[in-house]
């Protein structure tokens, strides 16, 4: 597998370097939103995808890292800020997800959604009461510096899902995935091993948050923990398939191709779409692209 | 203080309760009979209070009229949802293995779908319009002739059903899917059409709570989210298939979210009710099935 998957990965993260090289601006900005997805999408699968604990609220670690880097990078300059807003959205993760991964199943989606909603609330009102509704940020790095940064961090996240995925931990939290009660009687410290993959899928999110307010150069906090960019996530992962990190290259590049398409002129459009394919891979094709074209034949369970 | 204490935030918190607790009422059928997540719910009150919002503007019907529209339309929504989606996911034997998650995920696409049509065609300013505005004095108590009208409905909705799941046999039969699916089906209950009905009930119920909804507060395209969430607040307090227990927990939720957002601040009621949620949630990590399952 990893012969197999590692040369195509080495070649397009080379052409992605190369990108800023032959494109214009334009193509720049949208291959910095096809990395910032490929850089949530994989984060999101390190935790959903292996666990199978499914969390509609991986926005909330964005906008974290979103809220957390406007705050710091006036004061402190941006690389600690994007570093501060990774360190603070894997604190968050840590400190929620002990009690929330206690919760099974589908209450464990409905759970990090209504998270997601109450730290979006929590924010607009903190900022409602400092007067501020929206906050600027000045100087912030050129598109071209942000598309390698962010670039970088797909990498690292798709490479963190890769590797955590084939090794003790991750056949652990695949145990998880398959029955936790199982898993737990022949010693997967079950616990454990869940709130690392929480925290893990966090981190990432946080940075890329950060970058992403730099980029717009605007901070609104209703716009930052859309529960839309959730959404999108989960959509990308069941399109390309979620059980390992391949799947998120396929599904944010057609997603991202069908916003640039839509989302400027038809948002409604782009929304009713992305519903439509959520609902046709959840029922014809549970696997997504990678477990219905690419891979052996499934396995019926008896 | 005297404001917190008074008659009149009393009834605006029934109101609200009330309104919760027929939304809930769909959610419980649904899931109980089948074990579908419905988390497009809450959007079924939104069409409805569109229904109601523009046969009043266009032809000045009555949304205690329109109701029954509203109601008939979101019926043959969830028949239709039933047969064009959910009987397809419950006869498949590998999605039926992750029944909830599955259907949470449809029901996730179906609510964006329906959202975003929503806001297609009618656009995303919030409307409202005046209906029934008068203000009558009950003793020392001033209400709208809507909010009255509205608590009247709900009540008599709520007592039908109730009488409904007690005595008529379509009314024993969902609850006998709720209680035992297997045993239903060797009884000779016809399932697939006990649960066309579950979805039919469940819909046209929350539809016409929305038009009841359209009476008193500003609408939009996005306003059934909230509805969702309060429902399986008040479903996971209740207790599955405990309508009677949901009913309670309708009410309670209504008087503490009126209540909280009275000592509070208006800004705080979405922080309120995704609170309670979590909290509901934490508290109750087995989810609606666990403990012991009632069925009234």
């Known amino acids: 597998m990893i012969g197999r998957w590692t040369i195509p990965l080495i070649v397009a993260l080379a052409a992605a370097c190369g990108v800023p090289f032959v494109a214009g601006d334009y193509l720049i900005g949208v291959a910095l939103s096809l990395a910032m997805w490929i850089a949530l999408t994989e984060s999101w699968i390190l935790l959903s995808g292996l666990t199978g604990y499914v969390s509609l609220g991986h926005v909330v670690f964005y906008g974290l890292g979103a809220y957390v880097g406007i705050l710091l990078w006036g004061e402190v300059g941006g690389v600690l800020a994007v570093g501060g807003a990774g360190l603070a959205s894997g604190v968050f993760a840590l400190a929620v997800g002990y009690p929330a991964l206690r919760v099974r199943g589908p209450y464990f989606v409905m759970l990090t959604f209504g998270l997601a909603e109450f730290c979006k609330y929590i924010v607009i009102d903190v900022e409602a009461g400092l007067g501020q509704f929206s906050r600027l940020l000045l100087g912030g790095p050129s598109v071209l510096q942000l598309y390698y940064v962010v670039l970088g961090l797909a990498a690292a996240a798709t490479a963190l899902t890769f590797f955590v995925a084939r090794s003790r931990l991750g056949y652990a939290l695949r145990a998880i995935r398959e029955n936790e009660e199982a898993a737990e009687t022949v010693g997967v410290p079950v616990a454990f091993c869940k709130l690392a993959a929480f925290a893990l899928s966090a981190i990432i999110p946080g940075m890329v948050g950060a970058l992403m307010v730099a980029r717009s150069s605007y901070f609104e906090p209703s716009q930052v923990f859309d529960p839309i960019v959730s959404f999108t996530i989960v959509t990308m992962a069941i399109i390309g398939g979620s059980d390992d990190a391949r799947g998120p290259f396929l599904g944010a590049a057609l997603l991202v191709l069908l916003s640039e398409i839509l989302w400027a002129r038809a948002p409604q459009v782009y929304m009713i779409l992305l519903g439509i394919l959520l609902i046709a891979f959840v029922l014809f094709a549970p696997g997504g692209i990678t477990g219905r074209l690419l891979s052996r034949p499934v396995k019926v369970k008896p | ?296």
């Open chain 2, 1 to 296: 203080m005297q404001a917190i204490l008074s008659w009149q935030l009393l009834f605006a918190a029934l109101v609200t309760g009330s309104i919760y607790v027929l939304v809930a009422l769909g959610l419980n059928l649904v899931y109980g009979t089948m074990r579908l997540l419905n988390v497009a719910h809450g959007d079924m009150v939104m069409i409805g209070a569109y229904v109601s919002y523009w046969l009043f503007t266009l032809s000045g019907l009555s949304p205690l009229l329109s109701m029954l529209i509203a109601a008939a339309l979101t019926a043959a929504l969830g028949a239709l949802a039933y047969v064009g989606l959910f009987r397809r996911l419950l006869a498949n034997r590998q999605l039926v293995q992750r029944l909830e998650g599955n259907s949470l995920l449809l029901f996730f696409g179906i609510s964006i779908v329906i959202q975003n049509l929503a806001s297609l065609a009618f656009d995303s300013t919030p409307r409202a319009y005046q209906y029934l505005d008068r203000v009558v004095a009950i003793g020392n108590l001033g209400i709208t002739e809507n909010r009255l009208a509205a608590l009247i409905v709900t009540g008599i909705l709520s007592l039908v059903i109730v009488l409904f799941l007690r005595f008529h046999i379509y009314g024993l039969a969902i609850k006998a899917l709720m209680q035992h699916r297997e045993a239903a089906t060797v009884v000779g209950i016809d399932v697939e059409r006990v649960q066309i009905l579950s979805f039919c009930i469940g819909f046209g119920v929350a539809g016409l709570a929305g038009a009841l909804l359209s009476m008193m507060e500003q609408i939009t395209p996005f306003m059934g989210f909230p509805f969702t969430i309060a429902a399986f607040v008040v479903v996971i307090l209740g207790g599955l298939g405990n309508l009677l227990g949901g009913m309670a927990a309708g009410l309670l939720l209504g008087i503490l979210e009126t209540y909280g957002v009275a000592l509070t601040s208006p800004s705080l009621r979405s922080v309120l009710i995704y609170g309670v949620f979590i909290l509901v949630l934490l508290v109750r990590p087995q989810g609606l099935l666990g403990g012991k399952r009632v069925v009234r």
